[in-house]
């Protein structure tokens, strides 16, 4: 007879926290008003790479060109840099959907913690320094970020 009322009492609170939980939404960002986020954006340079930032507090994206002595590009990659694994998780999860057809496109991604990196070297190597500063100056005009 304990038993049984152990297995009911439990099953009255599995119900319960049930009802509960539906009550979360995610809703969280509906009450967030577009001008009180505080975005951050900008172009570094630091010895041979050249990286455009935009972060708006909850989210990073970075694009960081590398260049040889001739500032010629030889690598350029895309990061997107979540708060918490579990964003990235559903980011990195978007991807997987939308490449599922495309396994070479796929193979340019790899995901790290709550880091995703894109390889997007094919497109720009062997670019100029000063054409991909030029992207990144436009880049930063033209977003609404």
Request: aromatic share 12%; charged share 30%; with cysteine.
């Amino acid at each position: 007879m304990k038993k049984f009322f152990y297995l009911m009492s439990l099953c009255l609170c599995m119900f319960a926290g049930v009802a509960l939980m539906t009550s979360c939404g995610d809703d969280d960002l509906d009450d967030i008003d577009p001008d009180d986020i505080e975005i951050k954006a900008g172009i570094t340079e630091k010895g041979n790479t050249l990286t455009v930032s935009f972060s708006n507090g909850f989210y990073t994206y970075q694009e960081i060109a590398t260049f040889d002595s001739n500032d010629k590009c030889i690598k350029y990659v895309e990061k997107e840099i979540y708060p918490n694994k579990e964003t990235a998780n559903q980011a990195w999860d978007a991807y997987k959907a939308e490449y599922k057809d495309k396994p070479e496109e796929m193979a340019k991604y790899s995901k790290d913690g709550k880091t995703i990196t894109h390889d997007a070297t094919e497109k720009y190597k062997g670019a100029s320094k000063a054409e991909i500063r030029r992207n990144m100056e436009e880049m930063l005009e033209h977003s609404h970020y």
